[in-house]
């Protein structure tokens, strides 16, 4: 599975964008970009994914180098309770019908809102 | 619309025992992961059930084992308990098809003392 780099920390000011980059720079053809959050004592929260296209739902955005090496999660008005670890994280596509279930988690940008 | 619950909550056994840890899927999924968070880590891949079969493994010793039902739910099982088996177990959910996210639900933390 591709590796994934980010940083350790990142501080952000309440209602201003959290831009958080991940390095992916060995990522294949085949491989989508996962962003996931855990917000302390809970499971990991799915926020988005994407291939090679920029991606947005209603919680975030997802920009998506040219050459897929590269990407940036964008929470667009953050607030104290996105205070979280993310995890960018690299999926092949699924392999024989079923859902790919292994998911390689690093150690994640652990994503500071300060009020 | 439930997602995907797990039970216990919490845990305490002691070294040596067994404990079954269990999870019900979210609603239209079909496939189950097991995975094993220590203190401090990010969660690692125990493995991975779909229509009642073990799919995908992780590192892990055959003293982790586990079963899915034909109501998709499934179990966990770590036999002779170690203190480093100490950590939150999550369980995720997904449908079969292409690229489905995992969903995952709160865990449970086991204390082995």
């Known amino acids: 599975d591709a590796k994934t780099t980010q940083p350790t920390s990142m501080d952000c000011a309440e209602g201003r964008a959290a831009n958080l980059p991940c390095n992916h720079s060995t990522i294949s053809g085949n491989e989508y970009v996962y962003w996931y959050r855990q917000i302390h004592s809970q499971g990991p929260q799915y926020i988005i994914h994407?291939?090679?296209n920029n991606e947005t739902n209603e919680m975030a955005s997802l920009i998506i180098t040219e050459d897929r090496k590269s990407s940036t999660l964008i929470l667009p008005h953050a607030t104290l309770r996105d205070t979280a670890v993310y995890y960018c994280i690299v999926r092949p596509a699924n392999a024989g019908g079923t859902s790919y279930g292994k998911l390689t988690f690093g150690q994640g940008t652990i994503l500071t809102v300060h009020p | 619309d439930a997602g995907v619950t797990q039970s216990p909550t919490h845990l305490i056994k002691t070294r040596g025992q067994q404990v079954t840890l269990r999870c019900s899927p979210k609603?239209?999924?079909?496939?189950v992961s097991w995975y094993q968070q220590a203190l401090g880590q990010g969660p690692q891949f125990i493995f991975q059930?779909?229509?009642?079969?073990?799919?995908q493994r992780g590192n892990f010793p055959d003293r982790f084992s586990g079963h899915q039902f034909p109501n998709y739910s499934s179990e966990l099982n770590v036999n002779a308990l170690l203190l480093g088996d100490s950590a939150l177990y999550l369980c995720?959910?997904?449908?079969?098809?292409?690229?489905?996210?995992?969903?995952f639900g709160n865990g449970t933390r086991l204390t082995v003392t």
């Open positions: 059930y779909y229509e009642e079969e073990e799919r």
């Open positions: 994407g291939l090679k």
């Open positions: 995720a959910s997904s449908k079969t098809g292409r690229n489905s996210p995992l969903h």
């Open positions: 609603s239209g999924h079909d496939t």
